[in-house]
């Protein structure tokens, strides 16, 4: 529940900050949602809060990067642990036992 409790906190930071430079509550929500996660949206709070962008188009451009950049770390952890399953069999061979 403390989870929950964290991503709804940093939601509405997100959503008051969102508001408060004069852009719709709605607009705050569906970032919230898009990105998914507190740390992630603390990275646009982060933004929103140095930068102050004065169009929709930045805020949702900045939301795209921060997903891609999610995305991009995701891909980069299941190539790791491929390539270390991959390091493995080449170091230890199949598991198989021969009888």
Not at 44 to 65: C, F, N, Q, T, W
Request: aromatic share 8%; charged share 35%; hydrophobic share 35%.
């Amino acid at each position: 529940m403390d989870g929950h409790r964290n991503w709804a906190r940093t939601r509405d930071q997100m959503v008051k900050a969102i508001r408060e430079l004069g852009f719709p509550e709605e607009l705050g929500e569906q970032i919230a949602k898009q990105l998914g996660s507190p740390k992630a949206m603390e990275r646009m709070l982060g933004y929103l809060y140095h930068v102050k962008p004065r169009s929709a188009k930045l805020i949702v451009d900045e939301m795209l990067a921060i997903c891609s950049d999610i995305e991009r770390w995701r891909e980069k952890k299941a190539s790791e642990e491929a390539n270390a399953s991959y390091n493995e069999m080449l170091n230890y061979g199949l598991d198989t036992e021969e009888e």
